[in-house]
Structure formats: C-alpha cells, structure tokens
C-alpha cells in the first residue's frame, strides 16, 4: 500500500526552474526504478525521466539537458530538478514505478508562462 505523494509545483516563467518531490509512504522495491511521468491537457502522460537504485537514468529528449532526477533512498523520495523550463513544459507532473506500478496519487501542476 505505498501512497505517492507529488509536491513542489507551481507557476513559473519561462527559463525558471522548480524541484519536484514525491514521498512514498510505504517500501518501494529496490529493484523497480522510479519514474516521472506528466500528462498535459489532451495528451497522453509520458515518461519523462526515471532513475534505479543504482543511479542509472532515462530522459526523454524532450528533456534532457534541463531536467536531472535522483532519489534519496532513505528517504523513499525521488525528486525531479526541472531548469530551462518551457511552455511546453506545463503539465501535471506524476511519480510511480516504472514496471511494477503503485496508485497513481494526485501529481502536482507545473505551469510554464511565455
């Protein structure tokens, strides 16, 4: 019964920068990486970035060079840097398992202004 819990979005202008957190409430596997996912209005949720226990890590192409993920184990808290951002940035922003999936919990809104 892990609950994730999505924070650290919000409005900001074009070139800002935000860092997301998502804290899990129970274990998560070690050997399932985790990912973040978003979804804009009328689009699919995509998986933009996801990182394994070992450090190894995924970036759309979308995003790479702007957003970093890490995670702190002890802690069950990955967390997304996010600079450079853009307007096609602006989504809800989702954690989860990459394969073996956990309730999805509420994200949280990242908003990109021109």
Known sequence: ??????????LVQA?????????????????????WYRQAPGKQRELVASITNGGS?????????????????????????????KPEDTAVYFCNAVYYRHAWGQGTQVTVSS
């Open 1 to 10: 019964q892990v609950q994730l819990v999505e924070s650290g979005g919000g």
């Open 57 to 85: 890590t995924y970036y759309a192409d979308s995003v790479k060079g702007r957003f970093t993920v890490s995670r702190d184990n002890a802690k069950n808290t990955v967390y997304l840097q996010m600079n450079s951002l």
């Open 15 to 35: 070139g800002g920068s935000l860092r997301l957190s998502c804290a899990a409430s129970g274990s998560i596997s070690s050997i399932n990486p985790m990912g």
